[in-house]
C-alpha cells in the first residue's frame, strides 16, 4: 500500500508536493490555498482564491482528468504503489488519498 509520510519524522521514497526545494513537483497540487499575506497563494489555474476545500476539489478534479488522459502520468501514478511518498505538512486533510486508492 502507498503510504503518505512527513520528511520530518520518516524516510521516503517519492516526493509529492509542489516544487520547490529543488524538487519538480511532478505530483503536486497547483491549487494553493490562499493566504492573505503571501501573494503567490493566488491560484493562478482558476484566477481565484481557494480555501482548503476548494483547492483540494480542484486538484481531485485536475488528477482524474489527468489520469485519464495522460497515460505517462496515469503510468508514473502507478509505480507509486507501496512506496513512502513524502510531503512538508503532515497530518492534514490531504488530497494525495487519490494517489494511494489509484496505487
Known amino acids: 500500500m502507498t ?25 503536486g ?3 494553493p490555498v490562499y493566504i492573505e499575506w503571501k501573494s503567490w497563494t493566488f491560484c493562478k489555474i482558476c484566477h481565484c482564491k481557494h480555501n482548503r476545500d476548494q483547492a483540494i476539489k480542484a486538484f481531485e478534479k ?8 495522460d497515460l505517462e502520468f ?5 509505480k507509486l504503489r507501496n512506496k513512502k511518498t ?7 486533510v490531504l488530497s494525495w488519498e487519490h494517489y494511494q486508492k489509484l496505487a
Not at 485536475?62 to 488522459?69: C, K, T
Open 3 to 27: 503510504e503518505v509520510v512527513n520528511i520530518k519524522t520518516d524516510k521516503y521514497d517519492v516526493y509529492i508536493w509542489r516544487a520547490g526545494y529543488g524538487l519538480n513537483g511532478y505530483f
Open 29 to 31: 497540487n497547483q491549487h
Open 62 to 69: 485536475d488528477f482524474l482528468i489527468r489520469v485519464e488522459q
Open 74 to 78: 496515469r503510468e508514473n501514478v502507478l
Open 86 to 92: 513524502w510531503l512538508f505538512l503532515l497530518p492534514i
